[in-house]
């Protein structure tokens, strides 16, 4: 089983890459973005079988590990 977590920072929370993406985007002629938040994404290869279980470890993972929950949201995708 395979687990896809995509971590991203809360609203409010200031985004300085996502704002030198935004600025390059432009000075390379891409002038249609007015915002861009950045993140990150991790995939994982899970030996757990149980869905449920698979899920309680991982929310953990990312509430130990992953992602900073002070100022970054995480949602978690199993894929069989």
Known sequence: M???VHVTLK?????PQGRAIQH????LGF???SDVRQGKFLELD???TD????ERSVKD???KLLANTVIEN???ELVE
């Open 2 to 4: 395979k687990a896809r």
């Open 11 to 15: 609203s409010g929370v200031l985004d």
């Open 24 to 27: 390059t985007l432009g000075s």
């Open 31 to 33: 002038g249609g973005v």
């Open 46 to 48: 899970l030996t757990e």
């Open 51 to 54: 869905r449920a279980a698979a």
């Open 61 to 63: 993972m990312c509430e």
């Open 74 to 76: 995480y949602s978690i």
